[in-house]
């Protein structure tokens, strides 16, 4: 599975849009994009995925560039309960089941 | 709907001891995974079941050992516990196959383990 790079931390205030980047350089032709997020202490919740295509789903937007190498993230109007870590992954949609995690982005939103 | 439900919650062990933590979802899935988390760090992959019968190491498996016990169960034991093992345990699932694996993840809420 492909390396991915995020900002450690980031903030945003409360009701406006919340972009979180991701570098993910090496990403194969059939390797999906994942975002999940971790709110403090709990399991973490699927968010998005993606291929090829920007996503929109209730929850968020993912915005995807033409040569697949980094995406963002886009929460539209962030409330205090979108404080969270989020991950980014790239994986394969076959082969190995394995699903890695890496530090993720700590997401802040302030009132 | 249940989901993924770890037991225990919480536990405390002393160095040596050993314990198994339970996991078991409810959603016909296939794939299952333990992870463990420490403070500040993110999730690392400890071992996982693509399908029953079949366990693999993820990235981080020593002190540690699997069990699928059937497809809705997959169980984590610790033989002799270490203060290095003091974590958060994650067990997820999904419905991933060795062939189509483009599925969302769903976790248990964790098991916090204390090992004096």
């Known amino acids: 599975d492909a390396k991915t790079t995020q900002p450690p931390s980031m903030d945003c205030a409360e009701g406006r849009a919340a972009n979180l980047p991701c570098n993910h350089s090496?990403?194969?032709?059939?390797?999906?994009v994942y975002w999940y997020r971790q709110i403090h202490s709990q399991g973490p919740q699927y968010i998005i995925h993606g291929l090829k295509n920007n996503e929109t789903n209730e929850m968020a937007s993912l915005i995807i560039t033409e040569d697949r190498k980094s995406s963002t993230l886009i929460l539209p109007h962030a409330t205090l309960r979108d404080t969270a870590v989020y991950y980014c992954?790239?994986?394969?949609?076959?082969?190995?089941?394995?699903?890695?995690f890496g530090e993720g982005t700590q997401l802040t939103v302030n009132p | 709907n249940a989901g993924v439900t770890q037991t225990p919650k919480f536990q405390v062990l002393k160095t040596g001891q050993s314990m198994t933590l339970q996991c078991a979802q409810d959603m016909n899935h296939n794939s299952m995974y333990w992870y463990r988390q420490d403070p500040g760090m993110g999730l690392r992959l400890i071992y996982y079941s693509a399908s029953e019968g079949t366990t693999d190491k993820g990235e981080v498996p020593n002190g540690y050992n699997v069990s699928r016990l059937n497809k809705r169960e997959f169980s984590l034991r610790l033989e002799s516990a270490a203060p290095s093992q003091t974590s958060v345990y994650f067990c997820?699932?999904?419905?991933?196959?060795?062939?189509?694996?483009?599925?969302?993840?769903?976790f248990g809420q964790g098991t916090r383990l204390t090992v004096v």
């Open positions: 997820a699932s999904r419905t991933g196959r060795l062939i189509y694996m483009n599925t969302e993840a769903f």
């Open positions: 090496t990403i194969s032709g059939n390797e999906y």
């Open positions: 992954i790239v994986r394969v949609a076959h082969l190995s089941s394995r699903l890695t």
